[in-house]
């Protein structure tokens, strides 16, 4: 007995409507389902605060690097400078990412102040000393990214070192 040639559901044009119809309706759903776990993801990341401090050439060129990370959960709260061009210049850049920042005049107010889990210190060489110990002895723990150098004098480097280790 001869077989009925096989019709596919696709070939009939009220099937095609409907399979086409179903596929839209897939690609709804995934698209949906993409957003809201990306939501999830974005409202569960917490973001990595810093904060700068020294906002001359350096300290605003991680500004400007950190604002390329931002789509990675990160953002700078605040800077300390006590040289008010500076401040200036930072916050100037800090406004046109639409990061509001806090302005401190110096390091330890921006410790005490408890906003950033991160501290980038890009200070002049002779200061690094002084504020990467007054962070470590800091209450609140802080990340640290120092310019380099780390310190002036090899005694000096050791010191940090026997500190954090
Ligand atoms: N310029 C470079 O090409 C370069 C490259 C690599 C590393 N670095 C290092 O980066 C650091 C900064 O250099 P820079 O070129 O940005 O200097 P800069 O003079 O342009 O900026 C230093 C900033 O620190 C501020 N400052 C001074 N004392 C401070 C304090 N106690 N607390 C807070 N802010 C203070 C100053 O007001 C100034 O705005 C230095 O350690 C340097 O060695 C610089």
Not at 121 to 144: A, E, G, R, W
């Amino acid at each position: 007995m001869a077989l009925a040639p096989y019709d596919s559901p696709l070939n009939q044009t009220t099937t095609k409507a409907t399979h086409a119809r179903k596929i839209q309706d897939v690609r709804v759903i995934q698209w949906t389902l993409r957003l809201r776990i990306r939501k999830e993801i974005m409202e569960a990341k917490d973001t990595v605060k810093y904060g700068i401090v020294g906002v001359g050439m350096m300290g605003r060129e991680h500004l400007i690097n950190l604002h390329h990370l931002r789509s990675e959960g990160v953002a700078v709260v605040c800077i300390a400078d006590p040289h008010l061009p500076s401040q200036q210049l930072a916050q100037e850049l800090a406004h046109s990412f639409n990061w509001p920042i806090k302005v401190y005049s110096g390091h330890q107010e921006l410790l005490d102040s408890g906003l950033c889990d991160v501290v980038v210190v890009s200070t002049p060489n002779m200061t690094h000393f002084q504020i990467l110990m007054d962070i470590i002895n800091h209450p609140k723990p802080h990340h640290v990214l120092v310019e380099k150098p780390l310190c002036t004098t090899v005694v000096d480097c050791q010191k940090v070192y026997h500190y954090l280790y």
